[in-house]
């Protein structure tokens, strides 16, 4: 309950009395319930030093907008913008990344496009749970190492058979970490950062802002603020990509209309 609940609640009962005593004894209970909460809130912030850790985002990166996740990556100002939407629960954004990953990586490490990546949590909406949430809020924590595409990687590579509220067993983030090669203090800061649930809500707050943009599902890429129809560039009998002409649309920033999606 807020400060403001809590005035109002004690307004409401004087009931309109207008005895100095009774609104004397109202006012008191107030400022003691309004130094409680400051004081319970100092207590607990302290404890968690000095803010919470879930409502932290990624430095450079405001609540509800995408992370850029090669911290190294020096892209050219015109360089083409290319967004993914993914879950790493989501089961075909597992296939997406194994056909079209490491092109849409490697393109965003040489600076040639620059990749912003939309963190969502569809599964969990789907059955409950915050294991999507937990997940990337991992993944973050991994590019804070420098790990992004390795753990991203593992932790695809670990996903869960079936669609479950339970989602990934809490052992697999850290067997996720060491797989991307994280040790010593980089893998306890890590593993904090992880423990903590630093950006769970950052995760959420772009899952938001995705769904009110009309991105309701995963996995999605965008090139210049165009859907691709990424589906079209498998092969069916293969499984694989046509990274050649994928890497001709993503760095040409523009997607031509016979790989429109359509909606």
């Known amino acids: 309950m807020s400060t403001t609940d809590r005035k109002a609640k004690a307004q409401a009962a004087t009931g309109g009395a207008k005895g100095g005593a009774n609104v004397l004894v109202v006012a008191g209970v107030v400022v003691v319930l309004v130094i409680a909460l400051v004081v319970g809130g100092a207590i607990w912030a302290s404890t968690r030093g000095g803010d919470t850790a ?41 296939v997406f990344e194994q056909a079209m990953g490491d092109t849409i990586n490697d393109l965003a490490k040489d600076g040639r496009i620059r990749l912003r990546v939309h963190l969502k949590t569809v599964i969990d909406t789907n059955t409950g749970g915050d294991s999507s949430a937990v997940a990337g809020s991992s993944a973050v924590c991994a590019a804070d190492q420098g790990r992004w595409e390795e753990y991203h990687k593992a932790l695809f590579a670990l996903q869960p058979a079936t669609e479950t509220q339970q989602g990934f067993a809490e052992g697999d983030y850290t067997r996720a970490a060491k797989e991307a ?61 046509d990274t050649t002409r994928l890497t001709e649309v993503l760095t040409s920033g523009e997607v031509p209309q016979d790989l429109v999606q359509q909606r």
Not at 62 to 88: L, N, S, T
Not at 204 to 229: C, E, F, M, N, Y
């Open 54 to 94: 879930a409502s932290k985002q990624p430095v450079g990166v405001e609540q509800g907008q995408p992370i850029e996740p090669f911290k190294d990556a020096k892209p050219a100002a015109d360089a083409p913008v290319v967004d993914v939407y993914e879950d790493f629960r989501c089961p075909i954004c597992q």
């Open 181 to 241: 090669g994280l040790s010593g203090d980089a893998l306890d800061a890590w593993q904090k950062c992880t423990d903590e649930g630093t950006y769970v809500d950052y995760v959420r707050s772009v899952d938001d802002a995705t769904v009110k943009d009309g991105i309701t599902g995963t996995p999605v890429i965008a090139v210049g603020g165009t859907q691709l129809s990424w589906g079209a560039l498998m092969d069916q009998q293969t499984g694989r990509a």
